[in-house]
């Protein structure tokens, strides 16, 4: 049986092969299939957009808007990477500005927030650590966008 990352990308690769297909039968041919490939999923064009924030939570009103803020990042497609940062991947620089203009327009009263815009290159470039242990970087599952 598979699990996480195993299952990950045994799925992704189905998911690719189905693709493949699915471009073949539109007589794309292995040149512009690999050239869609390197255009549309290249990890300098992937994007990850995370957000990061220090909000008030001392009265009701600020605790409320915290809680807002949190459902509404959740109800982007946003992930809790740590518990003031919360990240998003995103397949194109195109479609992360989109998220980055959607954040902003419920951004709370007070506080902190900042916005920050990475490649998935530079993603998976990161070192964590739990303790003096290194752990390993798990990122979400991905949406695979046909078009």
Known sequence: MLYGRDTQNCLSRIHLNILFNFLKVLNFGKADVRLFFMERFSEYRIMWVLVLFDLPTETKKEKKAYTDFRKKLVTDGFTMFQFSIYLRHCPS??????????????????????????????????????????????????????F
Not at 98 to 110: Q, Y
Request: proline share 4%.
């Open 93 to 146: 620089k195109e479609n992360a500005e989109v998220h980055v203009k959607r954040v902003k327009s419920f951004l709370p009263e007070a506080g902190q927030v900042g916005v920050l815009c990475i490649t998935d290159k530079q993603f998976g470039q990161m070192e964590l650590f739990q303790g003096k242990k290194e752990k390993e970087v798990s990122t979400p599952y991905q949406q695979l966008e046909l």
